[in-house]
């Protein structure tokens, strides 16, 4: 008898496991998606193996058929597929939740998944008919058709009219049919690479030369560590192999992805999150199909298809986007190191501030080191001036935009050149407060401050997206006035207009960028001058390159430092030094203006003088006496319910039981904040063997869902922040 191991679409650890079907008279094979009965519905199923099993076998196991093969061949080569298993245990999560997030949505083993598309396309049917003299028109489509061989009716007829394209369709001449659209390719103009400066060709050698598989890129901004990614991937390419270029956030890809259709044309995949389902879907396909050679991505790029993979880059390998933050819990850089073992290929990780972890395994040896430290214009770094806002306060100066900084811009706007100012916070207020009794106002389902959007005139919380009216009295005291603490985005781009009245504004963060390609549009407008500041969140702090910006603002630069988080100093450096190296990267020297509440902490003061060596050193020595990540490794076990307290003796028995394993160290369990109407505990679990952790906390997760599945369970391993 004819049977299959399947995994269920549901991502479930309770039914993490395969279950046995049998079929017949059906082309199965691993990693093709099947229907199938479970429980009493239809789901959709991943197949894990094929086999020949007799009744004996089978025993008393009850076993139902598969009801109907979706694919003609497998979805996930071999690498994938074990690349995927690998994953679901890495990961702690359900294996089918790792083949779920490695396919684009409309292949994903899930019921909900959309249809491919489909278009009309034309081809020719009759050889050589016959025209009139008055048929010129049909036989130019004609001879058109046959040699294009086949085109979109829709475009077939906009070039040669609805009548004459008809009449070959009703003659039997050309055949109209169906198929799954596709990719468009488009000719791209291409320009020669760039000749390498003495330092870039040094650090290319090394790269090269390097006899281990991951090599640490640490490059100042503006050093040219693109230029070296690009002739990098060239010579890969020149050699028959196919490249993958990641970069951790939708707003860097507009810039990157030109710079490589410069250099490779229409060789070149595009895949991220502002793609539509169809969009992504065949730009896999593309890739698949081996129509590429080079894949420009964000974090789910990762996963692309390429069979024969010569170099995999991470450019910006600090960044934390880089890290998926729903189940699996995965991070693009144990992805691609791991497939980059499996095709034994270099894997480049570039940066200005590499994350700590990265930075030390370089120094230990475990990856190679490679060093840029000067710009490829031979500019400076740009000058960095530290404000102390508690002095400009004292001195009855704005909070928002100091004395300096406003100077500084009025002088960017004399001399036609451009400034990026950062804030990372959105909206207009964070903070609604009772003047009487001090109460702030906060979102119902969430323990965290309502957030004023002036546009909207409305209260939005950040975490959950709940919209309230602004309330009209207080609903602690019944007092009718507030205050209205702090600034966000819009009132900063308020302060600008009211300050530089002739200057011409634009505000980049997640409340305008929400439409598709808005992110290219507004790089578009600010690189061809049609804004002289650019206001943003974190997004505009990393990997633009405009010549014309010759000063750079950045607000509330210690504001990150007041999170519990142990990464809060890390962040807070690599955010001012990464929003630093947008200034002065044409002719002209740049400025920096840091504005801050605490001028003399270690990460200002290191960040403004561009020292990496020290504040790394530093940052080290408390990361060591806290016993915290790169000195050993954390796993985050996040328990959340309407009323978690009926739950808190099985939570605490679950520490207790992790405590009693060998060389763990357990932190919890704690209360977190209440988010989407749930209250919420944490386990934090520490150690110096990863593989250890990993099955200590694996064996209780298991058990404690299967006993408490009415409980969300989220397992982080080696968490990018602790809130």
């Not at 998944?113 to 489909?118: A, H, M, Q, S």
Request: glycine share 4%; charged share 30%; net charge neutral.
């Amino acid at each position: 008898m004819k049977t299959a191991q399947v995994w269920i679409e549901h991502p479930v650890i309770s039914i993490d496991q395969t279950y046995t079907y049998t079929y017949d008279n059906m082309e199965l094979e691993r990693g093709k998606r099947v229907v199938v009965p479970f429980a009493h519905q239809k789901v959709v199923g991943f197949v894990d193996s094929v086999s020949e099993m007799s009744i004996e076998e089978l025993g008393d196991l009850e076993v139902r058929s598969i009801e109907k093969v979706l694919d003609e061949k497998s979805l996930l080569n071999d690498e994938l597929y074990e690349l995927g298993k690998w994953m679901a245990y890495h990961t702690i999560s359900p294996t089918i939740s790792c083949f779920q997030a490695m396919l684009p949505n409309k292949l994903s083993p899930k019921s909900n998944r959309k249809p491919i598309k489909e278009m009309e396309y034309v081809r020719v049917k009759e050889e050589n008919p016959l025209f009139t003299r008055q048929q010129t028109k049909q036989e130019e489509a004609y001879t058109f058709l046959k040699g294009a061989q086949v085109v979109l009716r829709s475009d077939f007829r906009k070039l040669y009219g609805i009548s004459a394209t008809k009449a070959l369709e009703d003659k039997g001449i050309v055949e109209v049919f169906r198929r799954e659209s596709r990719y468009v390719h488009v000719e791209k103009e291409k320009k020669p690479f760039l000749k390498l400066t003495e330092k870039q060709q040094k650090a290319f050698d090394e790269i090269e030369n390097s006899e281990k598989d991951v090599v640490l890129l640490h490059g100042a901004t503006g050093s040219g560590k693109t230029e070296i990614y690009l002739q990098l991937a060239s010579k890969i390419m020149n050699q028959g192999k196919q490249v993958l270029i990641l970069v951790p956030e939708i707003s860097l890809t507009p810039q990157m992805v030109k710079r490589v259709e410069e250099r490779f044309g229409d060789e070149v995949a595009i895949y991220h999150s502002k793609l539509n389902d169809q969009e992504r879907y065949e730009q896999f396909v593309r890739v698949r199909d081996h129509e590429v050679k080079v894949v420009v991505g964000t974090r789910s790029a990762i996963f692309m298809p390429l069979d024969n993979i010569g170099l995999i880059v991470l450019d910006e390998e600090h960044d934390h986007s880089y890290k998926q933050m729903n189940k699996p819990y995965y991070h693009c850089r144990d992805i691609a190191i791991e497939r980059g073992k499996y095709h034994h290929c270099k894997v480049v990780l570039g940066s200005a501030t590499p994350s700590l972890e990265s930075y030390a395994r370089a120094v230990k040896g475990v990856y190679q080191l490679v060093t840029l430290s000067e710009r490829v214009n031979h500019q400076p770094l740009p000058k960095c001036v530290v404000v102390d806002v508690n002095k400009q306060l004292r001195n009855k100066d704005s909070y928002i935009i100091s004395k300096p900084l406003r100077d500084a811009l009025q002088d960017r706007l004399n001399k036609k050149e451009q400034a990026i100012i950062l804030l990372n916070r959105r909206g207009y207020n964070p903070v609604i407060r009772c003047a009487d009794c001090n109460t702030v106002i906060t979102c119902d389902d969430c323990d965290l401050a309502m957030n004023y959007h002036k546009d909207i005139n409305a209260l939005v919380c950040h975490t959950c997206g709940k919209i309230m009216e602004v309330p009209k009295v207080c609903p602690n005291c019944g007092s009718s006035y507030f205050v209205r603490s702090g600034y966000g985005t819009q009132k900063l781009e308020e302060e600008l207009n009211r300050l530089f009245p002739s200057a011409r504004v634009l505000r980049m963060d997640t409340d305008t960028v929400g439409k598709k390609n808005a992110h290219e549009d507004f790089f578009r407008k600010f690189e061809k001058h049609e804004a002289d500041f650019l206001i943003g969140t974190q997004m505009i702090s990393k990997g633009l390159d405009y010549p014309l910006v010759t000063l750079v603002g950045i607000l509330n630069s210690d504001a990150l430092l007041n999170r519990t988080d142990f990464r809060s100093v890390e962040i807070t450096f690599d955010l001012i030094v990464q929003a630093s190296g947008r200034s002065g990267r044409g002719k002209n020297v740049g400025e920096v203006y840091i504005q801050a509440f605490d001028p003399e902490h270690y990460a200002i003061r290191y960040a403004s003088k561009h020292d990496y060596i020290r504040f790394f050193n530093e940052e080290m020595k408390y990361r060591h006496i806290a016993n915290y990540p790169p000195y050993t490794y954390l796993i985050s076990i996040v328990f959340a319910h309407r009323d978690l307290s009926r739950y808190a003796d099985a939570i605490t028995s679950f520490a207790m039981e992790l405590k009693e394993a060998e060389g763990v160290k357990v932190l919890g369990p704690s209360d977190l904040l209440r988010t989407f109407n749930r209250e919420r505990k944490r386990i934090i679990v520490k150690g110096k063997d990863l593989d250890a952790l990993i099955e200590n906390v694996r064996k209780l997760y298991y058990a404690f869902c299967r006993e408490h599945p009415e409980i969300s369970v989220v397992v982080d391993v080696n968490p990018s922040s602790l809130e």
